[in-house]
């Protein structure tokens, strides 16, 4: 059974970069056919996908990330990463972790997720 379990900084400042690790259990990040998501869900809203990274390092971004947003991974741990650059308080948000077998650029193709972090972005 994977568990991912999500940590980092609750509280950021306005232009600065935040960044969340992701820690898996129960499975490696580079078994086949597996893609490692984060997804957020802002205050009265629904969720985002925000991006992946497949089980050979393939990165892949929603368009209104991706000039802001880098996905990495450190296979020695079984972790990945997320980096978001020059927030704003638009940013802030749950941020969860989750694992699917394909990508649609939706959520959705996600069952397995953390329990997700909050961030608030603010000065």
């Known amino acids: 059974q994977v568990q991912l379990q999500e940590s980092g900084p609750g509280l950021v400042k306005p232009s600065q970069t935040l960044s969340l690790t992701c820690t898996v259990s129960g499975e490696s990040i580079t078994t086949e056919y597996r893609y490692w998501a984060w997804i957020r869900q802002p205050p009265g809203k629904g969720p985002e996908w925000m991006g992946s990274?497949?089980?050979?390092?393939?990165?892949y971004y929603t368009p209104a990330l991706k000039s802001r947003a880098t996905i990495f991974r450190d296979t020695a741990n079984n972790q990945f990463a997320l980096q978001l650059s020059s927030v704003s308080p638009e940013d802030t948000a749950i941020y969860y972790c989750?694992?699917?077998?394909?990508?649609?650029?939706?959520?959705?193709?996600?069952?397995?997720w953390g329990q997700g972090t909050q961030v608030t972005v603010s000065s």
């Open positions: 990274i497949s089980y050979v390092g393939t990165t």
């Open positions: 989750a694992r699917g077998q394909y990508i649609t650029g939706s959520y959705r193709s996600f069952p397995s």
